[in-house]
């Protein structure tokens, strides 16, 4: 499989959130048919990165797709023992 990314910035209207450049382009090429889930969450860290958003908002986003509304709560519960972390509210 072959990966191509390529980030413009197209928004009309600032966004203080993020430090975006005006075009980066991205080219991997790996055997992906073997890659494992953490590989594929480096190479879009990376893409994220290169889009301007620092490492905090990258974390809380991948925080916000592993603990929210539409995951279930003993999944969630499970992981959160696995990695220590330690939640005020059950």
């Known amino acids: ?3 191509s990314i390529t ?4 928004r009309n209207h600032y966004d203080e959130t993020i430090d975006s450049p005006a075009e980066v382009k991205m080219f991997w090429t790996s055997e992906m048919d073997n890659c494992s889930v953490h590989a594929w969450f ?4 990376s893409v994220l990165a290169a889009a301007g958003y620092n490492e905090k908002l990258i974390m809380r986003g991948a925080c ?7 995951r279930l709560p003993e999944d969630m519960k499970q992981l959160s ?3 220590e972390l330690d939640f005020k509210n059950d």
């Open 81 to 83: 023992k696995e990695y």
């Open 64 to 70: 916000e797709l592993a603990f929210n509304d539409s």
């Open 1 to 3: 499989m072959k990966l």
């Open 7 to 10: 980030l413009a910035n197209s």
């Open 42 to 45: 480096k190479i879009f860290e």
